[in-house]
């Protein structure tokens, strides 16, 4: 059982991976063990477990992965299977958004968990950006994400641009060699939260597409982070079964910021404010209330600030 199992992650690697050089040595390393024997008697979760130590030891890659399949996926096993029981997972957890909320001083706050594409979640994302729409200043918690998809996160980070005219990220594709820009969107359903500070709360957990929206936004000088350094994940994946209860996910392309030329991938990102993550929220609340109080015009809104702040 684990010499088709490995044989199969292997075959995958060596198809998909985007470093070919990096996929085929550590193919080499993995069947002179499996040849040896070294993996007889280990059932799924320890096989993944020591496959995704012994890939990580030659590429370095957090996305570079073989698992246990979630519960909700193991039925899938064709790419229109995979697409509709990954839909129905978004649909459950509120397309990534747990909670969208005006806090006093009239400050907007948006607890992101993952990154949702914007063909499947963008009326979620709208409606979240739309009930911040009329605040001083934005908090997007990102200490709990995990990634998603790279349109994603142009399409929320399109919401702090005024036009199409920001290239903010590309994606090299390894399949085609083809290199795909991605613009800030030139429409957006609602109205885009311009000239208003946006403060990002990072943490360790912080990974991939929500990554991205920390370093575009980073990048661009458009957003303050404060928390923690990210874990350094930037290339774009997919999950290949290999039974219906076991895969491997693979990077298969490799995101280039056209401001820096270069991405996250292994080191990160920095925040702008370093703190724990545990004490994000509440420094990233103190400067935004401290905006309020010093552009603000409202009395009672001003009054809000202070009393937050107090």
Known sequence: MSMDLVGRAVELLCDNYIFPGKAQEAAAGIRRRLAAGEYDGLDEDALGERLTAELFEVCKDKHLRVRVRAEGM?????????????????????????????????????????VTSAAVGGRAIAAAMELVSQTHALIVDLRKNRGGAPDGAIFWTSYFFPDGETH?????????????????????????????????????????????????????????????????????TQAFPITSTFEITVPVARSINPVTDGNWEGVGVEPDVPVPAAEAFDVAYRQALQHVLATGTSPAILAEARSALG
């Open 168 to 236: 903010l990220n590309s994606v090299h594709s390894g399949a085609t060699g083809h290199t795909r820009q991605y613009w800030s969107h030139s429409w957006l359903p609602g109205k885009r939260y311009l000239d208003r500070p946006v403060y990002l709360l990072t943490s360790g957990t912080t990974f991939s597409g929500g990554e991205e929206i920390c370093y575009n936004l980073k990048a661009q000088r458009r957003a303050i982070l404060i928390g923690e350094t990210t874990r350094g994940g930037a290339h774009p």
């Open 74 to 114: 193991r039925e899938a096993l064709t790419e229109p299977e995979l697409e509709a029981a990954w839909r129905e997972q978004l649909r459950l957890t509120n397309y990534g958004i747990a909670r969208v909320e005006r806090l006093d001083g009239n400050i907007g706050l948006v607890d992101l968990r993952s």
